[in-house]
Nanobody
Framework: QLVESGGGSVQPGGSLKLSCAAS????????MAWFRQAPGKEREFVAG????????YYSESVEGRFTISRDNGKNTLSLQMNGLTPEDTAVYYC?????????????????WGQGTQVTVSS
């Protein structure tokens, strides 16, 4: 089970840090990722991290602004979001992958959290 937290409302240029708490004993062996879904749009990949935390991958739209990280000792996944823009407004989901490499395809992820809303507006 995955439970996200940390969403909220922020002004453009602001920052938020999302967290995802994982239950169970398999978290440390799973590639993890953050996705987001804006109203009327498909769910899209944001950032991914391998099971060791040694490799990360970002979508072009967030590269340089967002940082994904994990703490396998605490079974937590994080997403530090800086320089937020209104285009970042969406529900953000953490997900666990069935594939060892980082992929951007929704279908490669088999466990999802309930999502946390991020709203960026002035």
């Amino acid at each position: 089970q995955l439970v996200e937290s940390g969403g909220g409302s922020v002004q453009p240029g602001g920052s938020l840090k999302l967290s995802c708490a994982a239950s169970g004993s398999t978290f440390s062996s799973k590639t993890m990722a953050w996705f987001r879904q804006a109203p009327g749009k498909e769910r899209e990949f944001v950032a991914g991290i391998n099971y060791l935390g040694s490799n990360t991958y970002y979508s072009e739209s967030v590269e340089g602004r967002f940082t994904i990280s994990r703490d396998n000792g605490k079974n937590t996944l994080s997403l530090q979001m800086n320089g937020l823009t209104p285009e970042d407004t969406a529900v953000y989901y953490c997900a666990a992958s069935a594939v060892i490499v980082i992929t951007t395809k929704v279908d490669d992820y088999y466990t999802w959290g309930q999502g946390t809303q991020v709203t960026v507006s002035s």
